[in-house]
Structure formats: structure tokens, C-alpha cells
């Protein structure tokens, strides 16, 4: 298989993995600190479908450090199969996850003119932005794969 | 560049452009006939995005249809690349709008306990869904064309 920056055992493909894993964590943190999250099924989804990036983004880490370290090359067809298929069920679920919630946040804040839930929200917001983040940082993870996989 | 089932200019590949643009149009009439969809900016974007959709599935489709008919090949570098950019743009553009819709529509019916649209919020609700299922025939034809430009 062809090598190019950002495939797995790559610098690049670590330091993405990290940025993911790092958003993520933060969009967990700044989300499950609010004492009313729950009562918003969106915004429980968007930390279940975190909780499952912040997992599979630690272990590609730890993955492409192993690699980086070893020099070895990651490179079959079934690794790189697999991780295609999990970096798109992550990517996926993470941009349905963000935008359920930017949707319901829009509502409170544009469509019925204020957030009932008081400082809270401004840590909505932020959870949903970083939530944003992770899902283009994984995205382009998920780019780079499905283009590994293709380009054989 | 390679010639398999999808790609533009195949039967298959004209069949996911209509799907995509039967299921588009069905959302917006769904979503418009409605009286207070733009009460919610997620519905608003729901139709704007599947709007989008619409356009583009109708002209690829048209283009599918003649390259069938005078059974040209549409296979060249540059409007590949063109399809690739414009299938990603609309596909996450309807994934997101489908999924903000959703985390609204959810939040009624499940968080708050009813919907207060009355009978209208059964029309939502298959919009949302053929909202999905527009963006399911479009990831299909974005992932063909990603793998068509990138297996070269």
C-alpha cells in the first residue's frame, strides 16, 4: 500500500488521533459538568457517540505510537479495512451527535429567544463546538483511510 | 480510470441520483405543506439543504441519462473531482440538516413529553426520515466517487 502523511503509523496520523481524542474530551467534560444534560436526549447522545470517539481514537493512538516507535508498517488490507470502517461509524455518529444538539441549542437560543437552562449553556455551546471539532478532525482521518483502502 | 457499478454515467449511478432526488423533493413537500416549519431554524435548514439536493441530483441525473444515451464516458480527472466536491458538500450538509431536525423533533416528542404542533408533527417526522434517506443515497454515490477518483 501506498504511504503518505496521516496514514496509520505516520506522525501526522498521531497527532490527529490525539486532536480528536483531546476535543472529544472536552466536549465530554464541559458537557457532563452541567447538571441537566439529561434531559436533553441529544445532548446525551452527542456524550455517548464522544465517549465511543474518545475510545477509538486512544487506541489508534496508542496504535500509531507503537508503530512510530517500532517502525513498523500497518499497512494490510484487513488492519486498514477495519479502521475505515470504524473511523466512519465514528465520524458518522459524531456529526449526527453535534448537529442534534447544535439544532436543539439553536432552538432554545434563536427560534424561542432565550436558554432556560441559565450558565449552563454557554457550556452547551462549547461542548458542541468541540464536538464539531473532533468530528472534522476524525473526518480527516476518514479521508485519508477510505483513500489508503481505495488507492491500494 | 476504472468502470464499476455507480460511477457516473452507469445505470446504477443514475438510479441513486433519483432515488436521492425522489426522496429529497418528499421531505420538502413534507416539511412545506406544514404551517410553523419556520418557526424552527433546524426545518428551515432541512429544506434548504435538501433544496440543495434536489438541484444537484436532478442535473447529475441528467447528466447520467445523456452520457447513457449517447454512451459517452464521464470518466476524466477534473470532472470527477468536481462530483467528488459537490457529493461530499451536500451529503454532510444533509446529514447534518436531517440530524439537528431530529434532535428537535426528539426533544418534543421524548424530553418534553408531546409535540405541540398538533397534527403537523406527524409531516415532520417524515420529512426527517426521507431527509435520512436522501442522505443515505447520497453517501452512497459520494463514497463511489472517492473511490473512483482515488483508485485512479
Not at 76 to 86: A, H, T, Y
Not at 88 to 99: N, P, R
Not at 120 to 143: P, T, V
Request: overall charge neutral; aromatic content about 14%.
Amino acid at each position: 500500500m501506498k504511504d503518505f502523511a496521516g496514514t496509520p503509523g505516520t506522525f501526522l496520523g498521531l497527532i490527529l488521533r490525539m486532536t480528536q481524542f483531546v476535543f472529544a474530551v472536552g466536549s465530554i467534560v464541559s458537557m457532563a459538568t452541567t447538571s441537566s444534560f439529561f434531559n436533553v436526549t441529544a445532548f446525551s447522545y452527542l456524550i455517548a457517540s464522544m465517549g465511543l470517539l474518545v475510545i477509538w481514537s486512544f487506541v489508534l493512538a496508542l496504535l500509531d505510537a507503537y508503530a512510530l516507535m517500532k517502525k513498523k508498517v500497518l499497512h494490510n488490507l484487513i488492519m486498514v479495512s477495519l479502521f475505515v470502517v470504524g473511523d466512519w461509524v465514528t465520524a458518522i455518529l459524531s456529526l449526527a451527535a453535534a448537529s442534534a444538539s447544535a439544532g436543539v441549542i439553536v432552538l432554545y437560543f434563536n427560534d424561542l429567544g432565550q436558554c432556560h437552562f441559565g450558565e449552563e449553556c454557554q457550556k452547551y455551546q462549547i461542548s458542541i463546538a468541540l464536538g464539531f471539532l473532533s468530528w472534522l478532525s476524525i473526518s480527516i482521518s476518514s479521508l485519508i483511510m477510505l483513500w489508503l483502502l481505495a488507492a491500494g
